[in-house]
């Protein structure tokens, strides 16, 4: 039973579908909540789905972290491929970064009016 589970094509799999599972909830996230604090987490649950995909995508069964060390002075064919988790963790300091700035525009917005659901928006002078 362990054995299945530690084979690449399994893993891919479940990776791909627990991705897209967190991909669907946090798009559903998204189109149906009002409140623009739900909205922006549901943005961030995408976004984290997308990056599970994308490391989980780039996942070799049996293969090491690239870390030299222990008189390991080369990358050799045993290591993963370090790009894409350094593009990973780039994307995911920005995007800390943008959701920060994102719920401090909430709070701010919610200061000024009161309330932070969109369907109660009308600060572009349309008659309510």
Do not use: C
């Amino acid at each position: 039973m362990l054995e299945t589970l530690n084979q690449p094509t399994y893993l891919h799999f479940v990776i791909t579908v627990g991705a897209f599972g967190v991909f669907a909830i946090g798009l559903i996230g998204v189109l149906v909540k009002k409140n623009l604090f739900k909205i922006f987490l549901s943005f961030s649950l995408v976004e984290s789905s997308l990056f599970l995909f994308f490391i989980g995508s780039h996942y070799d069964v049996g293969k090491r972290a690239p870390i030299v060390a222990d008189g390991v002075m080369a990358f050799d064919h045993r290591m993963v491929d370090p790009v894409p988790q350094a593009m990973i963790l780039t994307t995911i300091v920005i995007g800390i970064a943008v959701l920060a700035l994102g719920l401090s525009y909430v709070v701010r917005y919610y200061r000024l009016s009161g309330h932070t659901r969109i369907d109660q928006m009308d600060e572009l002078g349309e008659a309510s």
